[in-house]
């Protein structure tokens, strides 16, 4: 903050620094320079990271598309990679993950636009002060605790409501993810609210519109880049959610859009391969690093294009 | 105000107070969800499991009996998990943290290591688990011993890492770049600088940012199942390289069974996994707020 205060006195990294050594001063600045160094490298595993995810996602999915062809992989209706005959389309994984993605969006973005709308005009300071963290400690429960809260409470009080509702289905397990990711929303998307300047508010209301109208005509409009942000990187992270949907939705790749059924996402399929023995190597576990591939580049597609929006309402108002 | 009182007010005022009203009380009920179901979920946790808590039920072993069974070994593996994990990231956070804030350049290297970090904190944690398999279990087997607890660890770490650098990051701009002004105009380096004014300044934030990263890292699941932690665990991990077993999969390797005990046993498991990620985010607010300072 103070920073901020006294740009002409804020010190610039490097070029401020003086290049050349002064007298006696050799060992000092080896020293320093091999710090520097040492500080890059730790910086650099981040870097690593990410080359490292590729690098292993390509390389073994080079080797599954040697055995399955990337056309069949894409385009064929069937997953039956544990038992013979062995078929790879990814169709029903991809539908599984949708599913409770759109599940659990149809859940989290009108509940958490509209905790943030609470949040952002009509909540007192204090009140939102405590709200704020309680909707994080959402946020912050452990996936596999949803899982739980799924299988053991959601899916019993369902069932006498939805008539075919099985033991594990897609639905509780949107319902869960729905809760999961709610909080990201509210938070993001209050945030880009709280970002737009008061006059723009003011304005309204001095040409006589109510509360309401100032909400859902000045504010969300204005903050609209933000709150599709919060959006699509909740969506992203519902796709990316494993353990509550392997345990409320199940082990079973199936390529409907039915809620009442159970289906397996994405993510389930990589886990069910791990709880096996699968022997290095085998198709089944080259398998895992393909699907691992359509996974990792979705999200990061989500998240790039989510990330690269939030800067763009940042730069507007900032 | 006394222009537009509801008495006076033409009927179309009335109908858009009306809408608003209605708009209010569904955005309060929006909010009100949220909270019913945190509270429903602790609840139902709680019933589920509080009976089946005991002493024992902390040290002993799994039991295919539900009575004898315990979380011993699972607690354990938590705890070398997170120890081994504070090790390896706090450092190798710190460093990176300090290095974009405090030596990079501002140019291309830099907007690439801070984009790529902010990029890596959204990969889906069973990712981390694939890279996990392929490089620690696999490749570096010879060191790691394959699917022990250094390899679940060290996925992990890569994991929360993004979160503790970010964190560090704000920690370190936060303080005030006078301290820095006031070193160099001493005739301080760049390292003595960081080394004796802004990293003990910074430690407390860093210190918070680093408890709510272990805090996720304790949460997790699917990675480690991923790097095979899911193998059935009797014993307690004697050293880095040993198997292993852990809260969460505890959690759901009882949640998986049909019967109603193993289900208790897994809420009682979640009750105990909650109290210590309660028991770590009360520390980092306790830190905080204690040494939080104005400038």
Same mark, same amino acid.
């Not at chain 1, 013979?84 to 973005?109: D, K």
């Not at chain 2, 090790?87 to 990079?104: D, K, N, Q, R, S």
């Not at chain 2, 890569?158 to 370190?172: D, F, N, R, W």
């Not at chain 2, 805090?215 to 991923?226: K, N, Q, V, Y």
């Given at each position: 903050?103070?920073?901020?205060?006294?740009?002409?006195?804020?010190?610039?990294?490097?070029?401020?620094?003086?290049?050349?050594?002064?007298?006696?001063?050799?060992?000092?600045?080896?020293?320093?320079?091999?710090?520097?160094?040492?500080?890059?490298?730790?910086?650099?595993?981040?870097?690593?990271?990410?080359?490292?995810?590729?690098?292993?996602?390509?390389?073994?999915?080079?080797?599954?598309?040697?055995?399955?062809?990337?056309?069949?992989?894409?385009?064929?209706?069937?997953?039956?990679?544990?038992?013979?005959?062995?078929?790879?389309?990814?169709?029903?994984?991809?539908?599984?993950?949708?599913?409770?993605?759109?599940?659990?969006?149809?859940?989290?973005?009108?509940?958490?636009?509209?905790?943030?709308?609470?949040?952002?005009?009509?909540?007192?300071?204090?009140?939102?002060?405590?709200?704020?963290?309680?909707?994080?400690?959402?946020?912050?429960?452990?996936?596999?605790?949803?899982?739980?809260?799924?299988?053991?409470?959601?899916?019993?009080?369902?069932?006498?409501?939805?008539?075919?509702?099985?033991?594990?289905?897609?639905?509780?397990?949107?319902?869960?993810?729905?809760?999961?990711?709610?909080?990201?929303?509210?938070?993001?998307?209050?945030?880009?609210?709280?970002?737009?300047?008061?006059?723009?508010?003011?304005?309204?209301?001095?040409?006589?519109?109510?509360?309401?109208?100032?909400?859902?005509?000045?504010?969300?409009?204005?903050?609209?880049?933000?709150?599709?942000?919060?959006?699509?990187?909740?969506?992203?992270?519902?796709?990316?959610?494993?353990?509550?949907?392997?345990?409320?939705?199940?082990?079973?790749?199936?390529?409907?859009?039915?809620?009442?059924?159970?289906?397996?996402?994405?993510?389930?399929?990589?886990?069910?391969?791990?709880?096996?023995?699968?022997?290095?190597?085998?198709?089944?576990?080259?398998?895992?690093?393909?699907?691992?591939?359509?996974?990792?580049?979705?999200?990061?597609?989500?998240?790039?294009?989510?990330?690269?929006?939030?800067?763009?309402?940042?730069?507007?108002?900032? | 105000?006394?222009?537009?009182?509801?008495?006076?007010?033409?009927?179309?005022?009335?109908?858009?107070?009306?809408?608003?009203?209605?708009?209010?009380?569904?955005?309060?009920?929006?909010?009100?969800?949220?909270?019913?179901?945190?509270?429903?979920?602790?609840?139902?946790?709680?019933?589920?499991?509080?009976?089946?808590?005991?002493?024992?039920?902390?040290?002993?072993?799994?039991?295919?009996?539900?009575?004898?069974?315990?979380?011993?070994?699972?607690?354990?593996?938590?705890?070398?998990?997170?120890?081994?994990?504070?090790?390896?990231?706090?450092?190798?956070?710190?460093?990176?943290?300090?290095?974009?804030?405090?030596?990079?350049?501002?140019?291309?290297?830099?907007?690439?290591?801070?984009?790529?970090?902010?990029?890596?904190?959204?990969?889906?944690?069973?990712?981390?688990?694939?890279?996990?398999?392929?490089?620690?279990?696999?490749?570096?087997?010879?060191?790691?011993?394959?699917?022990?607890?250094?390899?679940?660890?060290?996925?992990?770490?890569?994991?929360?890492? *993004?979160?503790?650098? &970010?964190? @560090?990051?704000?920690? =370190?701009?936060? #303080? $005030?770049?006078?301290? +820095?002004? %006031?070193?160099?105009?001493?005739?301080?380096?760049?390292?003595?600088?960081?080394?004796?004014?802004?990293?003990?300044?910074?430690?407390?934030?860093?210190?918070?940012?680093?408890?709510?990263?272990?805090?996720?890292?304790?949460?997790?699941?699917? *990675?480690?199942?991923? &790097?095979? @932690?899911?193998?059935? =665990?009797?014993? #307690? $991990?004697?050293?880095? +390289?040993? %198997?292993?077993?852990?809260?969460?999969?505890?959690?759901?390797?009882?949640?998986?069974?049909?019967?109603?005990?193993?289900?208790?046993?897994?809420?009682?498991?979640?009750?105990?996994?909650?109290?210590?990620?309660?028991?770590?985010?009360?520390?980092?607010?306790?830190?905080?707020?204690?040494?939080?300072?104005?400038?």
């Amino acid at each position: 903050m103070i920073s901020k205060a006294t740009p002409a006195l804020q010190v610039e990294p490097a070029p401020a620094l003086p290049r050349r050594p002064l007298a006696g001063s050799g060992g000092r600045n080896l020293r320093e320079r091999t710090i520097g160094a040492v500080l890059f490298a730790a910086g650099a595993v981040s870097i690593l990271t990410t080359l490292g995810i590729v690098a292993v996602l390509v390389w073994e999915s080079l080797g599954f598309f040697r055995r399955v062809p990337i056309g069949e992989f894409l385009t064929d209706t069937r997953w039956t990679p544990l038992f013979e005959p062995q078929h790879f389309g990814i169709l029903p994984l991809v539908a599984g993950s949708v599913l409770v993605a759109l599940l659990a969006s149809v859940i989290a973005i009108p509940l958490g636009l509209g905790s943030a709308i609470y949040l952002s005009e009509y909540a007192s300071v204090p009140l939102r002060g405590t709200l704020k963290p309680v909707l994080e400690i959402l946020a912050g429960i452990p996936t596999v605790v949803y899982g739980y809260f799924a299988l053991t409470f959601v899916t019993p009080i369902l069932q006498p409501l939805v008539p075919g509702l099985g033991v594990f289905n897609a639905l509780s397990a949107g319902i869960v993810v729905g809760i999961m990711i709610l909080p990201l929303i509210a938070s993001l998307s209050e945030d880009a609210m709280a970002a737009v300047p008061r006059s723009l508010r003011q304005g309204a209301y001095a040409l006589g519109a109510t509360k309401f109208e100032v909400a859902t005509r000045v504010v969300t409009p204005a903050a609209l880049s933000g709150i599709v942000a919060s959006f699509i990187l909740a969506v992203s992270r519902a796709i990316g959610e494993t353990m509550a949907v392997v345990l409320a939705a199940g082990m079973t790749p199936n390529l409907t859009f039915d809620p009442r059924e159970s289906v397996q996402t994405l993510t389930a399929y990589i886990v069910q391969v791990s709880l096996g023995d699968t022997p290095f190597g085998s198709i089944e576990y080259q398998s895992i690093f393909a699907v691992g591939l359509i996974l990792f580049t979705v999200t990061l597609a989500m998240n790039v294009f989510g990330l690269w929006f939030l800067k763009r309402y940042r730069e507007v108002y900032a | 105000m006394s222009l537009a009182s509801p008495l006076t007010a033409p009927p179309a005022l009335l109908r858009r107070r009306r809408k608003g009203m209605i708009f209010r009380a569904a955005c309060m009920g929006a909010t009100a969800t949220g909270v019913v179901a945190l509270v429903v979920l602790l609840a139902d946790i709680a019933v589920d499991g509080v009976g089946w808590l005991s002493l024992t039920f902390l040290t002993d072993p799994p039991s295919r009996i539900p009575a004898r069974a315990g979380i011993g070994p699972a607690l354990a593996g938590t705890l070398w998990l997170m120890a081994l994990t504070a090790i390896v990231t706090f450092p190798l956070g710190v460093a990176a943290a300090v290095w974009l804030e405090e030596y990079a350049p501002r140019g291309w290297l830099h907007t690439i290591v801070q984009t790529n970090i902010g990029n890596l904190a959204g990969v889906p944690s069973i990712v981390y688990g694939i890279l996990g398999l392929a490089v620690f279990v696999r490749w570096m087997a010879p060191a790691t011993g394959g699917r022990s607890v250094i390899s679940g660890a060290l996925t992990i770490s890569l994991l929360v890492l *993004p979160v503790l650098i &970010i964190a @560090a990051q704000e920690a =370190i701009r936060a #303080v $005030p770049s006078s301290i +820095r002004e %006031a070193s160099y105009g001493l005739g301080a380096t760049r390292w003595q600088t960081v080394r004796h004014h802004v990293l003990p300044n910074a430690l407390p934030g860093i210190m918070t940012g680093t408890i709510l990263a272990l805090s996720r890292a304790i949460g997790e699941t699917a *990675p480690l199942i991923m &790097i095979g @932690a899911l193998t059935f =665990i009797a014993f #307690v $991990p004697e050293g880095p +390289r040993d %198997a292993f077993t852990v809260l969460p999969i505890q959690i759901y390797n009882w949640t998986s069974r049909p019967q109603d005990e193993f289900r208790h046993l897994a809420a009682a498991t979640i009750l105990v996994l909650l109290a210590l990620l309660l028991t770590m985010n009360a520390v980092a607010i306790w830190l905080r707020n204690r040494y939080r300072r104005e400038w």
